[in-house]
């Protein structure tokens, strides 16, 4: 895999989180008993740069995605809550991804993101407000970031079974680091 063909493939995951992103965000939250939940469909690229790039990669990937998608349509706020959720998620779901297939599935890895973005989130909210009452929220939005993780993890298990140039840089990753989740 050359040069060229790698920051093409980068360009393509950042350009469709940005656009899942931007579209996720323009749909209405749909469960009016939890405000601020969302399904988190951009992480479906997060997820999939984990299994088909080295961590430096997918990491720069997180960060140029949360940057575009806040300079198309964020603020400062929403920038401060999709930063400390996505970077703790990241590094949860690459710590996980160590432990190898035969210990956790891309499924539980996903699971494992949803969970740990809503506590950066509920963080930033605690720090913000200045309370550890906003913490309380946690149960709710964990049941729904697992949830959600869940089944981005089924839709990145089926993505990375079907898609040609995804089994591509998977191989070439796993050859590269001598662990096949396939």
């Known amino acids: 895999m050359n040069r060229t063909q790698k920051m093409i493939y980068i360009a393509l995951l950042v350009a469709q989180g940005v656009v899942i992103g931007l579209v996720e965000n323009m749909i209405p939250y749909p469960f009016a008993f939890a405000p601020g939940a969302k399904l988190g469909l951009a992480n479906l690229i997060t997820i ?3 299994f088909t790039m080295p961590k430096k990669d997918s990491f720069s ?4 995605r949360l940057i575009l998608t806040t300079l198309l349509g964020g603020t400062l706020s929403t920038f401060l809550y999709s930063m400390s959720g996505a970077m703790l998620s990241y590094f949860a779901m690459a710590f996980l991804r160590l432990l190898g297939p035969k210990r956790v599935s891309i499924i539980g890895i996903s699971a494992a993101g949803g969970f740990m973005h809503n506590v950066g989130q509920l963080l930033t909210a605690s720090f913000i ?3 550890w009452t906003v913490m309380l929220y946690l149960p709710i939005l964990s049941f729904f970031g697992i949830l959600s993780g869940i089944a981005i993890g089924i839709a990145a ?3 990375l079974r079907r898609v040609q140039t995804l089994q591509k840089f998977q191989i070439a990753y796993e050859n590269q680091t001598k662990q096949s989740w396939r």
Request: aromatic share 16%; net charge neutral; glycine share 0%.
């Open 48 to 50: 999939i740069s984990l």
């Open 129 to 131: 407000a200045q309370s």
């Open 61 to 64: 990937l997180v960060w140029m």
């Open 157 to 159: 298990n089926f993505l």
